[in-house]
């Protein structure tokens, strides 16, 4: 399950770093981030729901399953919340460079040229 994890993540993170993101074109750009971060949610998502249902087949039979079943889920809610809070924070950080960049290249191109002719 962790060597999934880490090759799912490592996918993830290349595919991030080739996002062909244009100063020229930002709404398309943005798409894209947002796809990306969508596609991320899923994927961990489903990591998740597995992982949450190999935790509940585990809970002993009898008496203390229901107990177990509860801890088990609220446990993988804490997780999920800790795993959605990265996820935006790193998407979000993403726009924002993205941003800043666009914004960068554009104030190095409108500079006025100075020089004697």
Known sequence: MAGCLV???LGVAGAIAQLDLDCAAPEPARALIEYARL???EQREDIQRD???????R????QGRQACQTEQ???ADIEWERILAEIKARYDTM???FDERCRASIALTSRPTTGVF
Do not use: N, V
């Open 7 to 9: 090759w799912m993540l």
């Open 39 to 41: 596609s991320e949610i």
């Open 51 to 57: 992982a949450l249902d190999k935790a509940l087949a």
């Open 59 to 62: 809970c002993p039979a009898g």
């Open 73 to 75: 889920r609220r446990q």
């Open 95 to 97: 726009h924002k460079d």
